[in-house]
Nanobody, 128 residues
Framework: VQLQASGGGLVQAGGSLRLSCAASGLTFSRYIMTWFRQAPGKEREFVAAIRRSGDGTVSSDSVEGRFTIARDNAKNTIYLQMNSLKPEDTAVYYC??????????????????????WGQGTQVTVSS
C-alpha cells in the first residue's frame, strides 16, 4: 500500500489550498480515509474523515466550515480543500487509511493509532 500526498505550500492567511492523496496497492473503496496534521512540538491531530462510499464526512471543530474532505474512488484519491486558512493551520498534513473494519465513530476515526498506512506528509505554511 502506498499513499502519496501532494498540494501543500506557502499561502497567506485567508487563502486556500487543495491537498490530494493518491492511493495504490489496495481496494480503495473498502477504507475510511482521513487527514491528520502535526505542528512542530505538538501531537498529531485529527482533521477530517470520510466514509468508504463518500456519503459521510466529519471535520474537527478547529477546521469545521473551512476545510472539506472529499474522495474519488474511481481515482483512488482523497482531497482536502482548505479555505480561509489561518496561521494556526500551519503543519505537516498526513493522509491515512484506517484499518479494515474501523467503525464510523469519532473515537475510532480520530485516533491515529487506528491508521493502517500513512502518506509521507505535505507541508502547509500559512503566513500572517
Amino acid at each position: 500500500v502506498q499513499l502519496q500526498a501532494s498540494g501543500g505550500g506557502l499561502v497567506q492567511a485567508g487563502g486556500s489550498l487543495r491537498l490530494s492523496c493518491a492511493a495504490s496497492g489496495l481496494t480503495f473503496s473498502r477504507y475510511i480515509m482521513t487527514w491528520f496534521r502535526q505542528a512542530p512540538g505538538k501531537e498529531r491531530e485529527f482533521v477530517a474523515a470520510i466514509r468508504r462510499s463518500g456519503d459521510g464526512t466529519v471535520s474537527s471543530d478547529s477546521v469545521e466550515g473551512r476545510f472539506t474532505i472529499a474522495r474519488d474512488n474511481a481515482k483512488n484519491t482523497i482531497y482536502l480543500q482548505m479555505n480561509s486558512l489561518k496561521p494556526e493551520d500551519t503543519a505537516v498534513y498526513y493522509c491515512a487509511l484506517l484499518k479494515l473494519g474501523t467503525l464510523w465513530r469519532y473515537s475510532y476515526y480520530s485516533n491515529p493509532q487506528r491508521a493502517d498506512s500513512w502518506g509521507q506528509g505535505t507541508q502547509v505554511t500559512v503566513s500572517s
